[in-house]
Structure formats: structure tokens, C-alpha cells
């Protein structure tokens, strides 16, 4: 049974830096796709960035040039550094293992596995 574990969330102010990790059970990092979703009170969950295994990524345009996704297949754990935090991107943060197109979100039924999810705030 693969597990996913979110660490590093937190409270910053607004151009502030936070860097999360996930840390998987097995192999899981070498042979999935990995991503981070998002989901803010009341609204959807969303795909924030995905890596391939190969590492190819994908960002969600709210997120290009200020998150960068990262993973270790040594320590089986996916990282997202955020850089100039924006109050917007307050919302519980998940790490995401699945199969299928690596650099395409997938719907939230779609993903094999979550995590617990780690809380981002940010504030102004």
C-alpha cells in the first residue's frame, strides 16, 4: 500500500517562501507520476504542478515562475517550492501519485493515491 506523506506547510506573509515535501512509501516517486493539488475552502480541488518520471513537469498557470516542482528518487520524496506567495494560493496543499500522462492534471477520482495534505496560509 503506497503512502503519502506532506510536511513543511505553514503560515507566511504575502512574497514570502515555503518549501513542501512528501515523502513516499516504496518506489512510489520512480514510477508514478507525481503532483500537487490544492483545495481552498469552497472551491475545488485543482492541480498546481506534475512530474513525470523522466521529470518533465507541469504548472498551473496561477503558479508558473513561482513554484517549482522537484523530486529526490533516492529519498522517494516529491518537494514544491513556492516562492512570492500570494494570499491566493492560501489553501491545503496534497500530494498526489498516479498513472496516465504525466504533464496533464488529472480529475481528483482519476489520482491512486493522496496524501493527508499539509495547510498553506498566507496572508497580505
Known amino acids: 500500500q503506497v503512502q503519502l506523506v506532506e510536511s513543511g506547510g505553514g503560515s507566511v506573509q504575502a512574497g514570502g517562501s515555503l518549501r513542501l515535501a512528501c515523502a513516499a512509501s516504496e518506489s512510489t516517486v520512480r514510477i508514478y507520476c507525481m503532483g500537487w493539488f490544492r483545495q481552498a475552502p469552497g472551491k475545488e480541488r485543482e492541480g498546481v504542478a506534475t512530474i513525470s518520471v523522466g521529470g518533465s513537469t507541469r504548472y498551473a498557470d496561477s503558479v508558473k515562475g513561482r513554484f517549482t516542482i522537484s523530486k529526490d528518487n533516492a529519498k522517494n520524496t516529491l518537494y514544491l517550492q513556492m516562492n512570492s506567495l500570494k494570499p491566493e494560493d492560501s489553501a491545503m496543499y496534497y500530494c498526489?501519485?498516479?498513472?496516465?500522462?504525466?504533464?496533464?492534471?488529472?480529475?481528483?477520482?482519476?489520482?491512486?493515491?493522496w496524501g493527508q495534505g499539509t495547510q498553506v496560509t498566507v496572508s497580505s
Open positions: 498526489a501519485a498516479f498513472v496516465g500522462v504525466c504533464t496533464v492534471f488529472p480529475p481528483e477520482r482519476a489520482v491512486n493515491y
